[in-house]
């Protein structure tokens, strides 16, 4: 985003953008969060699923993330939790928690 700033962007129009971005990304997370015990919540996650343009490309993570180091993130929150969940359900639980952040019921 430096980049792109540095650019084509002054820095009052960044100062402008930065809020703007930054709320918007607290909300979707919050969102994201609660959409499950939130109607509001829920309602804005699929409003904003419905927005995406069909010639968008598909999203990709950072290059820091990735869906093994998901899996693996996982593997250790549920160990430390005492679930022992076999490989099966935690990459199931993983399918499920990122269908659900896409608004994919």
């Given at each position: 985003?430096?980049?792109?700033h540095?650019?084509?962007l002054?820095?009052?129009?960044?100062?402008?953008?930065?809020?703007i971005?930054?709320?918007?990304?607290a909300?979707?997370l919050y969102?994201?969060?609660?959409?499950?015990?939130?109607?509001l919540?829920?309602?804005?996650i699929l409003?904003?699923c419905?927005?995406?343009p069909?010639?968008?490309?598909?999203p990709?993570l950072?290059?820091?993330f990735?869906?093994?180091?998901?899996?693996?993130?996982?593997?250790?929150?549920?160990g430390h939790?005492?679930d022992?969940?076999?490989d099966?359900e935690?990459?199931?639980?993983a399918?499920?928690?990122?269908?659900?952040?896409?608004?994919i019921?």
């Amino acid at each position: 985003m430096e980049d792109f700033h540095s650019k084509h962007l002054s820095d009052k129009q960044m100062k402008e953008l930065n809020p703007i971005i930054r709320n918007a990304i607290a909300t979707a997370l919050y969102a994201m969060e609660h959409a499950e015990v939130n109607p509001l919540a829920k309602t804005y996650i699929l409003y904003n699923c419905r927005m995406i343009p069909n010639y968008w490309e598909p999203p990709e993570l950072s290059s820091e993330f990735s869906l093994d180091g998901f899996i693996n993130d996982l593997r250790e929150v549920y160990g430390h939790s005492g679930d022992n969940l076999s490989d099966a359900e935690i990459e199931e639980r993983a399918e499920n928690i990122l269908n659900r952040s896409l608004g994919i019921e």
